[in-house]
């Protein structure tokens, strides 16, 4: 009876258990139902910053119509959301506030290029049928979640360009098949240890670049993903050499991009399907490989600002496909290969920087397509071969710097696509025939100085319409200076000095709109009597204007040129190596005798008085007006101290600015008194100073055992801060220093040679060696001669007009300390940018 009781009612339990299993199965089907993902979506919709216009229908007007909501796609089967796409939307709001409990079915999910912020929720690990996660473009912080490791079905994976933190999760090789994986631009993420990833042999794409927190070496499980055709490890501190088996393993390779890291050792080039090879800023050695020739599909190869040696190989002619070639900075010699006119495809060409000898091969003019030719600082001694006139394509031509000579080749004529051309400091002979310029209608710079041409500067260069450098020095033109430069209306910087020009300078000169320098100087110009009685802004906008033989008195308007190199026009306080003489001998006035010189002064001369001091003749304020505008000498105008006294910055009720820098004696010791009458005529002859690296001297009083240099008010912050990066302040990189030393040498040069009468500077240079980098000495040197030398491993960086000379106890340590380790600057200067 039990038993067919039980038999009974069998039936009736497996339907309860049926029943009790159908209604466990309800809040599931209610979590993923396609009303309650649209709910989610408008619940995390609503902590948006700014909803998109583009997404009306999101609302709960359209509720039950989730598959047309824009940016939406759902499975057909289910009509549940599989795909959402809100990339590029401008999106400011969170993840926090996204519940990703409904949309377990996601198998795309990308937010890039918006304004996404904070974590990425460790909750993002439940989307497992995640196919694709881009995340990119955004602003997410803190660490990469390690659930993201639990994305096993994930293809596509990018975390670019963020602000993640913390060291990069090794359960990302846990991704077997995973074929982009992006994590390049979050320059926070910390270097991992590499031995705990597993090689991910379904990976084509990685960039792990610009993770400037990355420092070791080369991460051993790329050697393992074998299917890899992109790799990007730029911008990070990874050294030593890579290994044999990366040439080895990763056969398929078409982009390698290894830039600006520490990678030493041989070039890799084991690489026989590479389509692009970049490997520039590191410090690989040895030659070329010859075999390079062999990778036949190659593009572009990117070599610059390594230490390379040796010849480029002659098989590199064999690279049909070649379009980009980069070989700067290093120290490749022997000649420019003729095979290198095979590459018909080439569009840039750089190969400056190197000591390359001989001739410029003519097959260069089977390159038709080239539109970017730099051969700068090499020693190529030959003359400009004609066929290069056959480059029509050609918008940038540097042989500057080389030993190039001969007359330039009427067939140059044919580059009327040219904007820049520079051939200055080369040895160039003959006239610059008219025919030359009729077609150069599109240059904007031609820099022609450091030659030998001659005879006269054609006045067609006047077609030259969009020209805004024109620099023709240190040349043999004569005649006089063609009135058709007037015609330049774009010229911003002029350069015609030391050259044989003579007669009138032309008046439309001073009418060119947008002039900010002009140099006349070491010529046999007169200045006619319409120019010295121009009006005052006749000469607006031409801070380089010196003074030459024939006594140039009017000054040009100091107006700064802001765009001009990357630190602007440099300038030394009080009129160059002068001041330092003339500080040492204020000193001296004022020490142990300052009272009884200045009793002496003040009843001979009235020297208290505000309006008794040597002043520019077109200076139109006086003294007592500085004083006011600055609440005499008040802490706030104060903008900067140093050895001698503080500098104040006056804002006058013309609305000029001027800089005042006090010089107090009354602390001064055993210094005798000094003849006021010769410092005066020091100060006359500063005032009449000009040169675009030397500040504009306005004039000097003394009040109370002060002196007053009052001087031209400069923006742009200190030189010291930019040097060494403080405040926020970006540091100057070395190009930009290089120029400063040379700014610097060329106002030494300028006194010593170019002033009438030369101004001569007797006493010891103190030059401050900074401690810029581990290795630089923090010795004064001091010398008092001119000459030139090498500071730079083997490169003239420094103006042969004057040198820096090292003291004789240890030259050598000087001479060899490293390239871009150490910057020379005059600590007695004031230098702003």
């Known amino acids: 009876m039990e038993g067919g009781l039980f038999s009974a009612h069998k039936p009736t339990f497996l339907l309860l258990l049926l029943h009790i299993f159908l209604l466990a ?140 933190t913390g060291v990069i999760p090794s359960e990302l090789s846990n991704l077997q098949k995973v074929q982009f994986l992006i994590l390049g631009a979050n320059y926070n993420l910390q270097t991992p240890d590499w031995s705990k990833f597993s090689g991910m042999p379904s990976l084509t794409y990685l960039d792990i670049s610009g993770l400037i927190g990355l ?22 501190l990874f050294t030593g050499q890579i290994p044999q088996q990366v040439f080895t393993n990763l056969s398929k390779l078409e982009y390698l991009n290894l830039t600006n890291n520490r990678f030493q050792g041989p070039l890799p080039s084991n690489f026989p399907k590479l389509k692009h090879l970049h490997l520039a800023q590191n410090n690989f050695g040895g030659p070329i490989p010859k075999d390079i020739g062999f990778i036949s599909g190659l593009q572009s190869i990117d070599l610059a600002w390594n230490s390379l040696e040796g010849p480029i190989p002659s098989s590199i002619g064999q690279l049909r496909e070649l379009k980009y070639l980069d070989l700067r900075e290093n120290s490749l010699n022997s000649s420019i290969p003729s095979e290198l006119g095979l590459c018909t495809k080439l569009t840039y060409l750089a190969l400056s920087s190197n000591h390359f000898e001989g001739k410029i091969p003519p097959s260069t003019g089977q390159l038709r397509e080239l539109g970017y030719l730099d051969l700068r600082e090499n020693s190529l001694n030959s003359s400009i071969p004609s066929e290069l006139g056959l480059c029509t394509n050609l918008t940038y031509l540097a042989l500057a710097s080389n030993k190039l000579n001969g007359k330039l080749p009427l067939s140059l004529s044919n580059l009327n696509k040219i904007t820049d051309l520079s051939l200055f400091a080369n040895r160039f002979t003959g006239p610059l025939l008219p025919s030359l310029f009729s077609n150069w209608t599109e240059v904007v710079s031609l820099q022609l100085q450091h030659n030998s041409f001659s005879g006269n500067i054609p006045p067609e260069i006047g077609l030259l319409t969009k020209l805004n450098v024109l620099y023709l020095n240190d040349n043999k033109f004569s005649a006089s200076i063609p009135s058709d430069i007037g015609r330049l209306s774009n010229l911003t910087n002029l350069d015609l000095s030391r050259n044989h020009l003579s007669g009138s300078i032309p008046l439309t000169l001073w009418k060119l709109p947008h002039i900010r320098s002009v140099n006349l ?26 003074e030459d033989a024939r006594g140039l008195t009017r000054a040009c308007n100091s107006k700064k040129n802001n765009n001009e190199d990357i630190i602007g026009v440099l300038v030394l306080l009080v009129c160059g190596l002068s001041v330092v003489a003339t500080t040492i001998a204020l000193i001296r006035m004022f020490h142990k005798k300052t009272k009884r010189a200045l009793k002496k002064i003040n009843s001979a001369q009235n020297f208290e008085n505000f309006e008794s001091m040597i002043l520019q003749e077109e200076v139109k304020f006086t003294f007592g007006e500085v004083v006011k505008a600055i609440d005499d000498f008040h802490e706030k105008y104060c903008i900067g101290k140093g050895g001698f006294g503080r500098v104040y910055k006056a804002e006058l009720l013309s609305g000029q600015v001027v800089a005042v820098k006090r010089l107090n004696m009354s602390d001064s010791n055993d210094i005798p008194a000094i003849n006021l009458q010769s410092f005066e005529n020091e100060i006359r002859t500063l005032t009449n100073v000009r040169h675009r690296n030397i500040i504009r ?85 001091a010398r008092r001669r001119c000459e030139p030398t090498d500071l730079f491993g083997g490169k003239q960086r420094v103006t042969r007009e004057c040198q820096l000379i090292f003291p004789a106890r240890d030259p050598d340590k000087y001479r060899k300390t490293p390239h871009g380790h150490c910057f020379f600057f005059f600590f007695f200067f004031s230098v702003r940018l």
């Not at 007007?61 to 989730?66: A, K």
């Not at 070496?217 to 393992?224: D, G, W």
């Not at 009083?701 to 302040?729: N, P, Q, T």
């Not at 300028?750 to 007797?762: M, W």
């Open 215 to 236: 420092h070791s070496e080369f991460p051993e499980f790329i050697s393992n993903c074998w299917n890899l055709t992109f790799l990007d490890l730029s911008g990070n």
């Open 521 to 546: 100087t070491n010529n046999n110009l007169n200045f006619t009597q319409e120019i010295q009685k121009a009006p005052d802004n006749t000469f607006v906008g031409n801070s380089d204007l010196c």
């Open 697 to 781: 001297l306005y004039g000097f009083c003394s009040r109370r055992g002060c002196i007053f240099l009052l001087y031209e008010y400069l923006e742009r912050g200190s030189l010291g801060k930019a040097l060494y990066g403080v405040d926020g302040v970006i540091e100057l990189g070395w190009a930009t220093r290089v120029k400063v030393v040379k700014g610097l040498a060329h106002a030494l040069s300028y006194l010593h040679h170019d002033c009438s009468p030369p101004i001569v500077h007797r006493d010891a240079l103190d030059l401050d060696i900074g401690p810029i980098n581990n290795g630089c000495p923090n010795s004064p040197l």
């Open 25 to 164: 199965l309800l809040p599931f089907k209610a979590i993923s139902s396609p009303k309650t993902q649209a709910e989610a979506l408008l619940t995390w919709k609503n902590t948006f910053a700014s909803a998109p216009p583009s997404l009306p229908s999101w609302s709960l007007t359209n509720l039950n119509n989730l598959c047309n909501w824009y940016a939406i796609v759902c499975d057909q089967n289910s009509e549940q959301v599989s795909q959402i796409d809100l990339s590029n939307f401008n999106i400011a709001a969170t993840l926090t506030h996204f519940n990703f409990t409904p949309f377990l079915n996601l198998t795309q999910f990308n937010l890039s290029g918006n304004y996404f912020t904070g974590h990425v929720p460790s909750a993002i690990g439940k989307l497992s049928k995640l196919t694709t996660l881009d995340l990119g473009n955004n602003f997410f912080d803190q660490e990469i979640p390690v659930e993201i490791g639990k994305l096993t079905e994930l293809k596509y994976l990018s975390f670019f360009n963020n602000t993640l």
